[in-house]
């Protein structure tokens, strides 16, 4: 047998209640895999609620808080300040949010624990819309992707605005640690996971997780769209470290977003022009973060 | 006849059992008929077992609750009928109407009884409604349910179709039309049987706040499949790309490291065939 | 035992330090500012070894607490008018969790308009969440209340959170002489959290969680039960406190000369002093009037109020908030409290004091002259002229 190439150990059981194929249920499997079973995990409202399962059960191999859908950043400050005063040695404290929470209605809570510097895991994982409510848009769903309140249609093309750039917004609150992570590469998601895990302060992982019934795509696909994402640009992995890009993930060229975008049905409404202008963002995107890396 | 009809639907999140009991509500107050239908809202996601209830009736409906002594029960998904109560409180004289590929004569009811079959996931498919995996299955069942009851007439429910099927018409109209001449009923009366309730409510004391502490594992997953993955072990390279990217953890090894499916917990996505770099991975259809 | 010269506010500080809290999260809004402007120094000069959060709105200081609490911590956070209000979806958190929190509460007006003065509407609108209420009349049992509030919170039959409030500036604002405990008799009343039902890491469990019909039930009646647990629970701990510290503040309901009275008075925090005042010098003139000091509002002391009105001919019953389309919330509280008892007293109910308006001694005088005259139904908005005062649902 192959040696692993991540950890064996499974802190997700099985038995949850994630949709076939969903990426969110294997980002959190390889999340813990990275940060082993002395992690306290807080969890706003999303789908990661649902997949849990219901009273008296629970999906996770650690312990677990529930938290309303906003202050998921306020929620590590507490977990971390109380594990603190109470001397808990050895304790990793995960904020595992959505986009929707993270991005739009707990940006503040967000930026509250990135700067009064919380000693705490903060990771997003970005299906780019409101799922566990039935796919509406958020901040981070991209232009021009259809959802049930960006519809396809006369005078409607899907959303008209672009993604909010959350690791952005995150890196300029300076954070010990920011990385990009995607399921579709499990051993550069643990290799980061790990790497957070030793360091000590605000930490950040924006976590690429394709949604199959959102995204409008067979549930066997989510490893294939991922891959796709990585490699044609739109989501390149990398990481900062005290101010310093690396980009994890260079594949030479980069492929054409068409692949990534015509996988996907939420994105079937759009024509070549629209790609174009897609495929323009997405290169300029990409050479400002070679640039990044090679500046700092 | 009996003043109310009571439909109960079960199918799977993503097959359209809701929208099913919608619309026949519409197609039958398109009849002239008194509709009330409402989804029970518990874990909902695609693939997970839902249920859906519509009552007709002549006048303005007097109830508000789910319906636990159905008139007609009608099942989107064969499957459902090993892992569901599909026919608990079904009334003497019921109907149970099933998507299945097997003729009606083979469906087993626990007393006998009125059983109807048709096979919506060929028509569907037929039509270009869903997919392989997640054929949509409702307006054929409709078609069908027009059939062999008179809770709807066919001109009502193609005129539904028309005015509330958000999108792909004509082929749902063709769909149920389908439907109502394929489906196949075979007779005897259904004994009468008591409703059981609902997982009652718990009778141990609850922990001091709600805090749960038992396993997901009791949840047995796979009844949410519709494919199930066959591992060939003569390609497979035990490379472990099946258990690496597993979102439901469903992969175990054996002593020489080859893969083992934990049947219980495979949901069916399909991503190990998919990533399985020999191939050694098939989909097969659950049986 | 030493007597200082303090606030309300630093009492509140000063209970906070002697209870050991390990965490304490607060955003500031006056006139609550300098409680936790007391805690940050107390903090920073290690006196107090505390995990001090400085959050970034009311509602992340209560998920501070919260979290924290889910962890074994004790916690203290303290807020006032628009930031309570903003905290009130974690006011269900903390209870329907059985976090046993400790809040300090400064009673300020709701804007529009803004309005910093004493009003009771931020926490009678939040009486609804399963937090346990007291309104204190002085420092000393803003004190007192801090202290005793961390007990009962953390009682295993109650494990409730409960917020201890002060009236804006007359109490806030206002320094009087205050005996403040030894940190040694304030350890023996209020030994260390016991643990129970919290998170642990490396134990696979999940606080929250989510349910069908089926077990909701359940847990809202857990929440209820306790509440209904706290009077006999609270009798025991202000008892105990009475045999240590030798103060007493009278139970949920303080009364006041009522037992041959006419005519008594329901008052709430600071106003009472001033209408124990009034009844003292009614009561010389030879009129039989006496004072209810409702001290526990949440839960509501029904049978305290049961036994009054048994005692008294008539009720009136002073609000400093109201409820727009009914009456004064205590109102409310007192008739239904009665109703299901088997006297009946007249029963009205007198508007005062909204934000910050004064509630002198002119005032109560002339709200006993109206309950012992000839009162009609409806509540009497006592601040406004007589003929634009009323205001009576039909």
Known sequence: ??????????????????????????????????????????????????????????????????????????????????????????????????????????????????????????????????????????????????????????????????????????????????????????????????????????????????????????????????????????????????????????????????????????????????????????????????RLESET | MAAVIEIRFHGRGGQGAVVASELLAQAAFLDGKWPQSFPFFGVERRGAPVTAYTRIDTHPLGVRTSITTPDVVVVLEPSLLRTQPVTDGLRDGGLLLVNSSHPAEELVLPAGGRRAAVDANRIAVTHGLGSLTMPIVNTAMLGALAAVTDVVSMEALDRAIQEFVPARRPENQAAASDGYHDVRVVGGTLPFTPSVPRAAAATLPLPEGPMASESSERYHTADWRTLRPVIHLEKCTRCNFCWKFCPDDAFSFDAEGYPVLRTDYCKGCGICAVECPPRAIEMVEEA | MTLQVMSGNSAQSYAAALARVHVIAAYPITPQTTIVEKLADFAASGQLPAQFVKVESEHSALQVCVSASSLGARTYTATSSQGLLLMHELLHWAAGLRTPIVMGVVNRAVAPPWNLGADHTDTMSQRDTGWVQFYAESNQEVLDTVLQAYRLAEDPAVRLPVMVTEDAFYLSHTVEPVEVPAQTEVDAFLPAREARAVLVPGRAARLGSFTGPDHYVEFRHEVAQAMARVPEVFRGVEEDYRSRMHRYHGGAVATYRVDDADAVLVTMGTMSTTARSVVDELRAEGRKVGLAKLRLFRPFPAAEFRELAGLVDRIGVVDRSFTFGAEGPAATEVAAAIYSGPHHPFLTNYMVGLGGREVTPQLVRAIFDRLLGAEGPGTRWMDLPQDAGEVTHG
């Open chain 1, 1 to 290: 047998m192959a040696k692993l190439t991540i950890p064996a150990q499974e802190l997700l059981r099985s038995g949850h209640s994630a949709c076939p194929g969903c990426a969110p249920a294997l980002a959190m499997r390889l999340m813990l895999k990275g940060l082993g079973p002395r992690t306290i995990v807080s969890i706003p409202a999303c789908c990661w609620t649902v997949i849990d399962t219901p009273y008296p059960t629970t999906a996770l191999g650690v312990a677990m808080l529930d938290n309303p859908i906003e202050s998921t950043g306020a929620s590590i400050s507490g977990l971390r300040a109380a594990a603190d005063a109470l001397g808990i040695p050895d304790v990793t404290i995960l904020g595992f949010a959505g986009d929707g929470g993270t991005a739009d209605i707990g940006l503040q809570a967000l930026s509250g624990m990135l700067e009064r510097r919380t000693n705490a895991i903060y990771a997003m994982y970005d299906n780019e819309a409101y799922m566990n409510t039935g796919v509406q848009r958020s901040g981070a769903t991209p232009l021009g992707a259809w959802t049930t309140t960006t519809p396809v249609g006369e005078g409607s093309h899907g959303k008209a605005e672009p993604k909010k750039d959350v690791m952005g917004i995150v890196l300029a609150h300076h954070p010990v640690y920011a990385a990009t992570v995607n399921p579709s590469f499990p051993e550069d998601f643990v290799k980061k996971v790990e790497k957070a895990r030793d360091l000590s302060g605000p930490r950040f992982f924006h976590i690429f997780a394709p949604c199959p019934p959102g995204w409008r795509y067979p549930s066997d696909q989510s490893i294939e769209i991922g891959k796709r994402a990585t490699d044609c640009g739109v989501f390149p992995l990398y990481e900062v470290m005290d101010g310093h890009y690396h980009i994890t993930r260079k594949g030479g060229a980069l492929k054409p977003v068409r692949e990534y975008f015509q996988a996907q049905g939420r994105f079937s409404h759009l024509g070549d022009a629209d790609l174009d202008r897609v495929q323009a963002q997405v290169t300029a995107d990409w050479n400002r973060l070679v």
